[in-house]
């Protein structure tokens, strides 16, 4: 009781202040913010800004950031780590001040405490496309959360003036998980560019590499970050056994998943090092996607359109329950999963393929190749008004 206590104090302090060093009127420059926090899937927007607006992008991250800011250090893009808060009082918050255009990948609770003028806009581009998993005020742990907290949630949430969104149905869930009525800019996941632009040397280069020289089929593992405890019920001995001579199978872990990085150690022939190969074009060659409730899917649909998806979903009754899963999903997801290694296996290796054109018609309506020049063309207009 006395920690909470103390935890609750402390975030009242924390946005406290915050909102104390954001009450002095700054002039406005043309300089653009990004907030950082998914690196892995943030910098291809962010090479896009700097190739475009080259030094009047700043950007302010989380710790998790440090290795890809070493590289706009490099050019010369001023970046402030957001985790230190004599700098975000200091530095970050006077140059969003100043700033009529922030760009958010995620949720910051320091925004809770801000105070901005009509003239800012707070754009949420997001991590992904799509969302199987619940988040927001919608997520099981949300609604358990204090009263107090779910206001707190509140404030930050009502920051944010527009999204950028793929379809109808994420512009949807956005309004329901956040409680809020925004401005949604259809230009579809800026991110979903690079499979209308897609690099056909580099992706020619990861296949041979994945499949090892031959013309083995590649299934692919990109199972969601879960923050319990968890069993994978799988046996690394008894893999290369059930996958056939047809197929080769790979994990890729979530960076902050250190259960399968500890696994990694152990089995290093299954897992890919995401530091050497790029996800996006892991899922061109992929032949079959195995994931449970990450977005991946969404892109996937677009990077292989011919491609399989199986969702392997061992937990789904307790993650359902621990976190939620978004209702536009269920009906896709209760008649394609796979609870057992065994199941698994043998989807994997099944004949029967998928048509993923009503997928993408539902959760990539907007998505056209062009989202990275629609937002230019959106911000440059915020600044000739």
């Known amino acids: 009781m006395i920690k909470q206590i103390a935890i609750s104090f402390s975030?009242?302090?924390?946005?406290?202040?915050?909102k104390l060093f954001s009450l002095r009127r700054r002039p406005k420059n043309n300089k653009i913010v990004f907030l950082l926090s998914f690196p892995s899937t943030s910098t291809y927007v962010l090479d896009a800004l700097v190739e475009r607006y080259g030094n009047r992008l700043v950007i302010c991250y989380t710790s998790n950031a440090q290795e890809t800011i070493k590289?706009?250090?490099?050019?010369?893009i001023d970046c402030y780590p957001l985790q230190l808060f004599y700098i975000l009082c200091t530095r970050i918050i006077p140059i969003i001040k100043a700033s009529q255009m922030i760009i958010c990948d995620n949720y910051f609770a320091f925004l809770g405490g801000m105070s901005f003028d009509e003239q800012t806009k707070v754009v949420q581009i997001w991590h992904a496309n799509g969302a199987i998993k619940k988040f927001g005020l919608q997520a099981q742990y949300a609604k358990k959360a204090t009263a107090k907290d779910q206001q707190r949630y509140q404030k930050v949430y009502d920051t944010f003036t527009h999204f950028v969104v793929s379809s109808p149905t994420m512009a949807e869930i956005f309004a329901e998980s956040y409680n809020i009525d925004p401005i949604f800019l259809k230009f579809g996941y800026p991110m979903t560019d690079y499979y209308f632009n897609r690099n056909e040397k580099n992706i020619l280069k990861e296949k041979n590499i994945l499949s090892k020289g031959t013309n083995k089929k590649i299934a692919l593992y990109v199972p969601t970050y879960r923050e319990n405890d968890y069993e994978l019920p799988l046996d690394f001995e008894q893999i290369e056994e059930q996958i056939g001579d047809e197929w080769v199978f790979y994990i890729h872990a979530h960076p902050h998943d250190k259960k399968l990085k500890n696994l990694a150690k152990k089995y290093p022939s299954y897992f890919i090092d995401e530091m050497q190969h790029d996800l996006k074009n892991l899922l061109i060659v992929a032949d079959c996607l195995i994931t449970d409730y990450s977005s991946v899917p969404f892109e996937f649909s677009l990077a292989n359109p011919n491609g399989k998806i199986i969702y392997f979903c061992y937990d789904y009754e307790l993650y359902d329950d621990l976190v939620g899963i978004q209702e536009a999903f269920k009906d896709t997801l209760d008649s394609s999963i796979v609870?057992?290694?065994?199941?698994l296996f043998e989807?994997?290796?099944?004949?029967?393929?998928?048509d993923l054109v009503d997928f993408n018609a539902k959760w990539n309506t907007f998505v056209s190749g062009n989202a990275m020049n629609y937002l230019f063309e959106w911000i440059d207009e915020q600044y000739e008004n």
């Open 339 to 343: 609870k057992t290694p065994a199941g």
């Open 71 to 76: 590289r706009f250090n490099q050019e010369r």
């Open 347 to 354: 989807e994997i290796m099944s004949s029967e393929k998928q």
């Open 11 to 18: 975030k009242i302090v924390y946005l406290s202040l915050v």
